[in-house]
């Protein structure tokens, strides 16, 4: 099994920054995509951002262009995500997926993906 932990949640003002991380473990395949998303308090899950492990091809979602930047460290098995300019509606539970076969160019559906970490808080105050 593949095990995602997800780390770098807080508080921050908006306006202000924050970098997520996805450790994973027992990952077999280079070339399967991670993907980030994200839950609002009484929302669905949504995608946010999402990077090929080695094809370093990365996909956001609209809401977060220009804003979040999604990265990667093979060598140390994880994928970060960069957060700036934040704002209160970015508040949410986000969590690391890794996709459930290789892929070239990193989906955003949540079926496409078939293991999750734990999810990390990060709220947006005003």
């Known amino acids: 099994q593949v095990q995602l932990v997800e780390s770098g949640g807080g508080l921050v003002q908006a306006g202000g920054s924050a970098r997520l991380s996805c450790a994973a473990s027992g990952r077999r395949f280079s070339t399967y995509p991670m993907g980030w998303f994200r839950q609002a308090p009484g929302k669905e899950r949504k995608f946010v951002a999402a990077?090929?492990?080695?094809?370093?091809?990365?996909y956001y979602s609209d809401s977060v262009k220009d804003r979040f930047t999604v990265s990667r460290d093979n060598a140390k098995n994880t994928v970060y995500l960069q957060m700036i300019s934040l704002k209160p509606e970015d508040t949410a539970v986000y969590y690391c997926?890794?996709?459930?076969?290789?892929?070239?160019?990193?989906?955003?559906?949540?079926?496409?993906?078939?293991?999750w970490g734990q999810g990390t808080q990060v709220t947006v105050s005003s």
């Open positions: 997926a890794v996709g459930n076969r290789p892929m070239v160019v990193p989906p955003s559906s949540i079926a496409e993906y078939d293991y």
């Open positions: 990077i090929s492990w080695s094809g370093s091809s990365t």
